[in-house]
Nanobody, 117 residues
């Protein structure tokens, strides 16, 4: 089992910044990739940024240059630094971990990000 706990969401004005954190615990040795997804009301959940199995980072086109995914292996934590936030970035942000266990992936509980003036 893998547990993921997100934090760092909140309300921010357009142009502002937030940093999300996702701490993993449990069978972390089985995790081979992690990333951030988001889901806005009435829309499907979508990939925002991820570390692939090779360690490279991928980003959704609309966040390139504004968002940065990073990690601290010592803390089993990944981060999403979000700059120049726009109202269309408003969503619940979820952390996802891919695992070699019987369960192929795990989700965190989500953290709300609201960009509004």
């Amino acid at each position: 089992q893998v547990q993921l706990v997100e934090s760092g969401g909140g309300l921010v004005q357009p142009g502002g910044s937030l940093r999300l954190s996702c701490a993993a615990s449990g069978s972390i040795f089985a995790i081979w990739a992690m990333g951030w997804y988001r889901q806005a009301p009435g829309k499907q959940r979508e990939l925002v940024a991820e570390f692939t199995s090779s360690g490279s980072a991928n980003y959704k086109d609309s966040v390139k240059g504004r968002f940065t995914i990073s990690r601290d292996n010592a803390k089993n934590t990944i981060y999403l630094q979000m700059n120049s936030l726009k109202p269309e970035d408003t969503a619940v942000y979820y952390c996802k971990a891919y695992s070699d266990t019987d369960v192929p992936w795990y989700w965190g509980q989500g953290t709300q990000v609201t960009v509004s003036s």
